[in-house]
């Protein structure tokens, strides 16, 4: 029987510092094998150059002394080849082992995950009445990624359909995710969460019965569920980790006075701390991030992004690189799950007027070819086919450019009718004569119109926004969500597509107006 098939989880002290010593063997293997290696070739060497290569050695009569000699040195080179070459065929037949199996309790994979660590973490503790942290320097409620062996990131599912991987402010109605600002609340209650989960992968529903608590846990200390999530999903490997199975330690949380380990396991020096349940643990991770890692003051603070958070939460130097990307990627593939269910308050008018512009756009990454008419584009022949169904006897004069479908003001308009589903006449033209008359057109039509404050996150998926610039000219576009847009642009040539929302659009000391349709229903 094999030992990986006796020991239950690899975080097992026995195996862990049996691991460790043979670990700790091999470093200094390779420190002193050269050294000895110079020893033991230096007598020989010597003895060949002193001694006379014809004389027979008095040990054995068959041989001179200088033949005895050689055959020295080469058992030496041959020693110190066999010592220097174990540590890595030991590693090679360890990866081969552990390479393609199911299994997460082997010998293998225990040895691929164990390292060799040296000193003590540090953490801080909170003085109610002083108001004040202290900070300490203790092993206690030390948290890591590296702190849960069984962790593997193979476990974390890919998703070929949200390769999104933005570091911008994100917000989808109400709905908002930023990896800069992870302080921010995403304002889901606990049923908008379970659908995310439920829609993101087999992998992310072990996370649905804990889904109030998580909401709770994010409003209580402000810490973003989506950057929560990323977090326990890396280091417990979307809940199935040994740790995160048997103590509700997700995190791989190290032991403290008010969470013994329970004999949770350990690495070295850390012992993991037992959590009554899973519900415990995440509001205590919650608590943990805010006061030691995301408040001013704290002695981890270094700002509120991901890349913050991780300076000493997962440190580069601890083999981290890849933390804070991993956890990023996470959570923006959970936020990408907002849109797609339309979660965030977006009507239905909108959330047809939305996937009327993805409709009729270019697809971002369109070659100008395609989309530019300066380029020998235009617009799509889903555009064209539905423009000139619903207006077949359009002229005015800009039917140039309209033929090319590169009017923002005709391409909105296609998407507006497409959404809900009539034909209107008047055409969505920003003008200072046009204001009023275009906001009681499209009241009529069941919208409202919000002056836009140039907060992206006061934008919802489906809305129209229209402004006109203090010099000359104005613009209409769509706004699809996550940081999305679908417009076309007759000055520049561009027949509806599908781009990425820029800060100078939102910008709107430049605009004399800028406004917000937003459909009622």
Known sequence: MLIGDIVQYCSDPALGSFLTIIKRIFNMLEIITPVILMIGLAVPFFKIIVIDHNKVSREDESKTQYEIEKTHIYNAL??????????????????????????????????????VTQGKAQYITYDSKKKKYNFL???????????????????????DDDEYDS???????????????V???????????????????????????????LINAERKHHVNVFFLIGIDALESGWITSPISKACNNLGGVTESKSHPSNGCGSNPGHKFAY????????????????????????????????????????????????WAPSVKKIANSLYSQV???NIGGASGVAEKIAKAAEYYAWPAGTSKSKYCRFNGGGATSHFMTDYRKYWPNFKNSSDKSVAAGTCCCHFARTCVVKGLGKKFSFTLLPGSSKDEYTKNKM???????????????????????????????????????????????????????ITTVSKSKLKTSTKSVYYIFRANR
């Open 78 to 115: 041959t020693a110190a080849v066999i010592v220097m070459m174990l540590p890595i065929i030991v590693n090679v037949v360890m990866y081969a082992l552990s390479f393609g199996t199911n299994d997460r309790f082997v010998v293998s994979e225990c040895w691929n995950d164990a390292k």
């Open 137 to 159: 320097i203790n092993p206690d409620e030390y948290v890591g990624v590296d702190t849960d062996p069984n962790f593997r990131s193979d476990r974390v599912p890919v998703d």
């Open 167 to 181: 570091d911008e402010f994100q917000s989808y109605g109400n709905i908002v995710w930023d990896p800069n600002d």
């Open 183 to 213: 302080t921010k609340i995403s304002n889901l209650n606990a049923a908008q969460l379970t659908q995310i989960l439920n829609k993101h992968s087999s992998s992310a529903k072990n996370f649905i019965p804990y889904a109030q608590a």
């Open 275 to 322: 959590f009554s349940s899973v519900g415990e643990y995440i509001d205590y991770h919650a608590n943990l991030l805010h006061k030691s890692y995301l408040t001013k003051g704290a002695p981890y603070y270094h700002g509120t992004s991901i890349k913050a958070v991780q300076t000493n939460y997962c440190p580069l130097s601890d083999g981290c690189g890849d």
């Open 339 to 341: 849109a797609k269910l």
């Open 443 to 497: 009241a009529n039509l069941g919208f409202t119109r919000i002056k836009f404050d140039g907060n992206k996150s006061s934008l919802k998926r489906g809305d129209v926004l229209y402004y006109r610039n203090k010099g000359s000219g104005g613009h209409v576009w769509i706004y699809l969500g996550n940081g999305k847009a679908a417009e076309a642009a007759h000055g520049s040539g561009y027949g509806g597509r």
